[in-house]
């Protein structure tokens, strides 16, 4: 392969402003972590809203929950990606379009719709997560909680939650991690994430295989530490005797 | 006597296949009243009705006087009023000792902290595990679990006590341990309905036997009765095997 490797390119200057090709990707990496964080605060909230929702006896609540699970987790993340971008604005009253789509800044209006878009998604998946942890407990539990008198929204949040969210931490790491991954789904709609940055690079200056590397090198770096910290935070909360204390 | 526990004509069905028949049977305050019977004859499902656990579609429950059946009744609070202990004991297993014992106290009763934390020792102390109060379920051998589970349903001050299979998922060494603690109970006065094989237990500590098979109650007499001479064949069967060991 004839190709000439130049790893000092991050320090060339991008010919905008003073801007050095580094800092192209810090911004990028900015941009992946702030979608990245509150669309995972949103898909907690809600997919643990319906994750209880799914276990309820009351069947059209539950029954609101599937349909959600279903919808979200059967159309691809890309398609749903341009349905909120491109489509749903369309249909905001006629103050909210001029408002999303002129008012706004370019790079706003894309970075809602990707948080929007990922956030619900993966609610989707996190339901599912907790629907799986709170059926995992032996009945008995919810059963010796009603004995001693709990209404059904304190057994949930004083003995079934506690326990399914300590046994679905594993999975949910995956979950986090995922939301970081698919954040990069953004380039698409324009917004200068991590990825719309690596191929801005690349494409300025040529250095295409440098560029790349060291998305892959950051996106690795980014997801082992989210590793690293989940694994103290299950380590924190871990119960002696419990399954998933480490032999504690 | 007055009835604490009385069961009027409860039956049960899951879908069309009827797992109790007309059970009627009372426990009257202070006594202590053993339900025994083949495996799949309805104790645990009938125990399960005094505190509406299990929902039934016939006939009355009452429980201090109020019907647990009525759509009307706070459950919740009728629930704090009577004890259960469970076959799994079913602590839970990411709160300790202490906070097994006070949680119920705090969120259903609204009582303190300390006052919940002192209560739950004090009954702690009293099934001889004051030591373990720092630790977690998942620490203690399945015999002092079941003696928290008890300590935990005590300090509710119940009016009276369930018992659902207490002894039967305990090693041999461990269920006397169990059972000491429940003839201290029995002796003390409280109300109890035991659903268990100890026959040993029957007999020292019962008031009455009741004898279920197929979801129906067999025999309901004193235990003098009961284990001197059954009156049913099913029941003089079902003894004959327990008792040869």
Sequence with gaps: MNYHWDWGVFFKSTGIGHEIYLDWFITGLGWTIAVALVAWVIALILGSLLGVMRTLPNKALSGFASGYVALFRNVPLLVQLFLWYFLVPDFLPESLQTWFKQDLKPSTSAYISVVVCLGLFTAARVCEQVRTGIEALPKGQSNAAYAMGFTLPQVYRHVLLPQAFRIIIPPMTSEFLNVFKNSSVASLIGLMELLAQTKQTAEFSANLFEAFTMATLIYFVLNMSLMKLMGWVENRVSVPGLIGSNGK | ?245
């Design chain 2, 1 to 245: 006597m007055t009835a604490m526990i009385q069961l009027s004509n409860v039956s049960k069905w899951y879908g069309s296949f009827q797992v109790l028949t007309d059970c009627t049977t009372q426990v009257a305050k202070g006594e202590v009243v053993v339900v025994c019977g083949p495996s799949g004859s309805g104790k645990s499902t009938l125990i399960k009705c005094v505190n509406a656990l299990e929902p039934f579609q016939k006939g009355t429950v009452l429980v201090d006087g109020i019907s647990v059946g009525d759509p009307k009744t706070d459950l919740p609070k009728l629930r704090s009023r009577v004890g259960m202990v469970f076959q799994h004991f079913e602590l839970f297993p990411h709160l300790s000792i202490t906070e097994n014992l006070a949680i119920a106290q705090m969120k259903v009763l609204g009582r303190s902290r300390d006052e919940a934390h002192e209560r739950g020792l004090k009954y702690l102390d009293r099934v001889g595990l004051k030591a373990q109060a720092a630790k977690f379920p998942g620490q203690l051998s399945g015999g002092q679990q079941q003696r928290v589970a008890i300590a935990r349903a005590l300090s509710m001050d119940p009016i009276a006590m369930l018992f659902d299979e207490p002894t039967s998922a305990l090693d041999p060494e461990m269920i006397n341990e169990v059972l000491d603690v429940m003839t201290g109970l029995a002796h003390e006065g409280m109300t109890m309905m035991c659903v268990t094989h100890e026959m040993g237990f029957a007999r020292r500590v019962a008031d009455r036997v009741i004898f279920m098979d197929q979801g129906h109650i067999v025999e309901d007499c004193t235990k003098e009765e009961f284990f001197g001479a059954p009156r049913g064949e099913r029941a003089q069967q079902f003894l004959s095997k327990i008792l040869q060991h």
